[in-house]
C-alpha cells in the first residue's frame, strides 16, 4: 500500500525536553511538508522540502528543526524552544496538483 | 501570498438536507483550490480540487464545488446529506506558478448531522 505513515500516534513529552516525530513516504513524491493543527486554528505550515538535502521555513518554523536525509523521510523536532508545542502535527507529501495527508501525531507536554 | 476564509465555523443541518459550505480566498496570482475532510483524530482526505478548466468540480462522497473567479469564492455543497458526513472540512489554496510551497488553509467548518 502507498502512503504516508507517521509514528507514533500519541506522544507526551515533559517540558524542556525535544522530541522527534517520524513521517515516511512511499508514493516516491520530492516535495514533504509539516503542519501544526490547533483547535479552531486550522493548518498551519511548520516546514517544507522540495528535495533532499533541501527545505525551507513555513510560517512558523521557530521552536522546531527539520532534515531530509532521504527522499522517503521527513522528521520533525520539536525543540524546548517551542513555547506551546501541545498540537497535532501532520505530515504530508505532494504531486503538483496535489498533497497527501498522513494520519498525525497528537503532542502533548505534560 | 494568499489567505483563505471559512465563514462559518459550525453548520448544522437535518439529515436528507442539502448543505453548502462557504469558502473565499484572496491571492494576487492564480491558484489551485482544494477541499478536504477530518474526521476525528485523522489525517485530512482529499474531496476535491480545482486546479483548471470546468468551474464546476466533482468530488467524492457526492460533494461538488464551484470556482467562482469574479467573487473570490469556492463553495462545496452537497445535495442530501447523511450522518456519516459529520466532519471537520478545510478548503485550502495554493500558487499555479509551479514550485512546491504549502497550502494556506481555512480555519475549518464543523458539520454537524442532526438526525
Known amino acids: 500500500d502507498g502512503g504516508i505513515t507517521q509514528s507514533p500516534k500519541y506522544l507526551f513529552r515533559k517540558e524542556g525536553q525535544n522530541v522527534t516525530l517520524s513521517c515516511e513516504q512511499n508514493l516516491n513524491h520530492d516535495a514533504m511538508y509539516w503542519y501544526r493543527q490547533d483547535p479552531g486554528q486550522g493548518l498551519r505550515l511548520i516546514y517544507y522540502?522540495?528535495?533532499?538535502?533541501?527545505?525551507q521555513k513555513g510560517d512558523i518554523a521557530e521552536g522546531y528543526s527539520v532534515s531530509r536525509e532521504k527522499k522517503e523521510s521527513f522528521p520533525l523536532t520539536v525543540t524546548s524552544a517551542q513555547k506551546n508545542p501541545t498540537a497535532f502535527y501532520l505530515c504530508?507529501?505532494?504531486?503538483?496538483?496535489?498533497?497527501?495527508f498522513g494520519p498525525g501525531t497528537r503532542l502533548t507536554v505534560l | 501570498a494568499q489567505s483563505v476564509t471559512q465563514l462559518d465555523s459550525q453548520v448544522p443541518v437535518f439529515e436528507e438536507a442539502p448543505v453548502e459550505l462557504r469558502c473565499n480566498y484572496s491571492?494576487?496570482?492564480?491558484?489551485?483550490l482544494f477541499w478536504y475532510v477530518q474526521y476525528p483524530n485523522q489525517g485530512l482526505q482529499l474531496l476535491l480540487k480545482?486546479?483548471?478548466?470546468?468551474?464546476l468540480v466533482k468530488g467524492i462522497n457526492g460533494f461538488e464545488a464551484e470556482f467562482n473567479k469574479s467573487q473570490t469564492s469556492f463553495h462545496l455543497r452537497k445535495p442530501s446529506v447523511h450522518i456519516s458526513d459529520t466532519a471537520e472540512y478545510f478548503c485550502?489554496?495554493?500558487?499555479?506558478?509551479?514550485?512546491?510551497?504549502?497550502?494556506?488553509f481555512g480555519k475549518g467548518t464543523h458539520l454537524i448531522i442532526q438526525p
Open positions: 491571492s494576487s496570482v492564480s491558484v489551485y
Open positions: 522540502s522540495q528535495i533532499v538535502n533541501d527545505f
Open positions: 485550502a489554496v495554493r500558487g499555479s506558478g509551479g514550485g512546491a510551497d504549502g497550502l494556506t
Open positions: 480545482y486546479l483548471s478548466g470546468s468551474t
Open positions: 504530508a507529501s505532494s504531486t503538483p496538483g496535489e498533497q497527501f
